[in-house]
């Protein structure tokens, strides 16, 4: 009963890939390795370097290790650098979901978790999206996570593949002292790099219509986020029904002025962040429902936003910024 978690020496990918196993779940692992990380993934669960637009090397690893579900998470996930590399992106994400789901019908294995993104809404005109929101990608980043829902669904349609779709905005801190996040684009490890070399963290934009002033998003426990991974997997090899989408959102958010605050608090570093002008785009808040998750996967927010940078914190200073500064 072995699952493949595509992506699973990254960020969140190894964080799925040990909820997985302490849930009693087998596991294999492909990763290409081109932003994530071997020691992720512990010496006693099956590894193979490759990238899953490799067909051939996909549907060898499901057949010899048995897999009857994939977790997908590998892609190229950087929405801002996407912009100037659409044919990379789109080659990574929706080729790279095309060989995957061939390899699958080839092979048998008839269900698949996708980890999405709510890049899929762009700037939607709700402060509280729901699965129910348009879509609406503006970067190449989300149009590709699009795409690769409609190919999961078409193919659903035509071959009765049980298939689901987790869409989340911000994903922080750490469930393993050894995990971190290591993106050079992701809001915390920016920080803490810049907190590190002596810099003064900025923040973009001082005077949106919100409590502080400061835009309002989505922040969510890449733990919890595993957890609910783990139960899409087993409901889906269990038959269960589940939705084609869903979100897993906090339902209120937090400022980026409350993250600086609590990172100051957190790492005992005192610090005023530089206030900049607004990104164009930025829209003020986009905060998504989790109330759908949370009926069928289990979805809560079981961590706090101090939870969340007091384990970001810890496992950069252990291993995080020795990564960075290599």
């Given amino acids: 009963m072995t699952w493949l978690v595509t992506g699973g020496a990254g960020y969140i990918g190894s964080h799925v890939v040990r909820a997985l196993t302490e849930a009693g779940t087998p596991v294999v692992v492909l990763d290409s390795l081109e932003s994530g990380h071997r020691q992720f993934v512990d010496g006693d669960v099956p590894f193979v370097e490759g990238n899953v637009t490799d067909t051939g090397l996909v549907r060898r690893t499901l057949s010899e290790h048995g897999v009857v579900g994939v977790v997908h998470v590998a892609g190229y996930k950087y929405a801002g650098v996407s912009v100037q590399r659409p044919l990379h992106t789109y080659e990574q994400n929706v080729t790279g979901t095309l060989h995957l789901l061939d390899a699958m019908a080839e092979v048998g294995v008839e269900s698949v978790v996708f980890s999405s993104s709510a890049a899929v809404y762009g700037t939607p005109d709700t402060d509280l999206v729901t699965e129910t929101t348009p879509t609406s990608p503006e970067s190449p980043y989300g149009e590709s996570k699009l795409v690769d829902e409609w190919l999961l669904r078409a193919q659903a349609r035509a071959t009765g593949l049980r298939q689901t779709s987790l869409r989340y905005f911000n994903v922080v801190g750490s469930g393993y002292a050894d995990l971190y996040d290591s993106s050079p684009h992701n809001l915390f490890p920016k920080v803490f790099q810049t907190l590190t070399t002596g810099g003064v963290p900025q923040i973009n934009g001082g005077d949106y219509p919100t409590p502080d002033g400061t835009c309002v998003r989505d922040y969510v426990h890449v733990a919890d986020l595993a957890h609910s991974h783990v139960v899409a997997a087993h409901a889906l090899a269990e038959g269960s029904p589940l939705e084609p989408v869903y979100n897993l959102g906090s339902g209120d958010g937090v400022s980026v002025r409350q993250i600086m605050d609590t990172i100051a608090d ?16 930025d829209p003020a808040r986009i905060v998504a429902s989790g109330e759908l998750a949370g009926r069928d996967l289990g979805w809560q927010m079981r961590h706090t936003l101090d939870d969340m940078v007091r384990s970001a914190w810890a496992a950069w200073t252990q291993v995080g910024a020795q990564g960075a500064a290599g």
């Fill in 266 to 281: 957190v790492t005992g570093i005192d610090f005023d962040p530089v206030v900049g002008p607004r990104r164009p785009g």
